[in-house]
């Protein structure tokens, strides 16, 4: 039992150590050196714990495994590169922004229906707020649109339904 | 795994030569890991750290210098056998040749000997 905990410990810190891999070749990497190790065993003909470390050391550490695959010419693809994240502008407060809030408070009232359209024109055109608030954003208007429209056409499906009855 | 072996300049040179004897193993037979890493081991101090070996043939995949095929074993799961591609034959020959040269150069320079300094003017 003991050499199946030093197995396992190998093997999570492998997958630990392989973050920098893409999750197919992480999976599969772990699952080579599972193999190895069990063939390793099943050759040695023991399951003791000396013999378990002995195999474990032969394969080297899982950071050097790792490190071989990582660092080998050829594997471009598979480079420990850093996302670069693109942070909103958040310039603060310009024309757009003014504009989006007006059509969607005001020009909602005066304009309805394609006051709060434009709005959402400025809104999306904005550097102040982030995809994700533009968005919601979106959400919102669309609800708020979409809602009296179903609640007008339920009244007149049911009142022609209505109609419609003998 | 030995303390200071980075500075060992065997090392580097094995990790360069390393692929090339893995395609050495395959061209004789068609071969799963276990296999080639034994072969690797047996011949002599080719390879250090066995778990290396797949970060290599997982390459070698890639550059397709050799193929698989996964087959059943007799015992435990189906293995994945390598074996050498046309492309991994030309690189091994290309590569067998520039060997030859490099050793003969090497061994040129470390038979030469302590001669040249020690006569002075």
């Known amino acids: 039992m003991e050499a199946d905990m030093l197995v396992n410990d190998y093997l999570g810190r492998l997958e630990a150590a392989a973050w920098p891999l893409n999750a197919d070749r ?15 065993l099943a050759e040695s003909g023991a399951r003791d714990e000396v013999t378990t470390r002995n195999v474990l050391e032969r394969l080297g550490a899982p950071e050097e495994i790792v490190a071989a695959e990582v660092g080998s010419p050829g594997s471009e693809g598979q480079s420990p ?13 310009g024309a757009s922004e003014v504009a989006a809030i007006a059509f969607l408070t005001v020009g909602a009232v005066f304009l309805p229906i394609i006051g709060p359209l434009i709005g959402l024109a400025f809104v ?3 550097d102040a707020w982030s995809t994700r608030q ?6 919102i208007v669309a609800v708020l649109l979409v809602l009296p429209i179903l609640f007008l056409l339920g009244l007149t499906t049911g ?8 | 795994m030995v303390p200071g072996e ?12 390393l692929e090339y004897c ?3 193993v395959v061209r004789r037979r068609e071969s799963y890991a276990f296999d080639i890493v034994r072969e690797l081991t047996d011949a002599g101090e080719l390879l250090t750290s066995e778990g290396t070996i797949y970060p290599l043939l997982s390459r070698l995949r890639r550059d397709r210098l050799v193929t698989t095929t996964w087959r059943e074993s007799g015992s435990g ?3 994945r056998y390598y074996r050498i591609t046309a492309e991994g034959k030309r690189a091994l020959e290309g590569f067998a040749a520039e060997w030859r040269r490099f050793r003969r150069a090497v061994d040129a320079m470390l038979a030469a000997g302590p001669r040249g300094g020690s006569d002075g003017g």
Request: no cysteine; glycine share 6%; proline share 8%.
């Open chain 1, 81 to 93: 590169v850093v996302t670069v994240v693109q942070i909103p502008g958040r310039r603060g407060w």
């Open chain 1, 124 to 126: 999306w055109s904005a």
């Open chain 2, 6 to 17: 980075t500075r060992n300049p065997l090392t580097e040179l094995r990790r360069g030569v």
């Open chain 1, 134 to 139: 533009k968005w919601v954003a979106t959400a």
């Open chain 1, 159 to 166: 009142s022609s339904s209505g109609q419609s009855l003998p």
């Open chain 2, 77 to 79: 799961p189906p293995r």
């Open chain 2, 22 to 24: 893995v395609l050495a």
């Open chain 1, 26 to 40: 992480r999976r599969e990497l772990v699952a080579e050196v599972r193999e190895h190790i069990e063939s390793a």
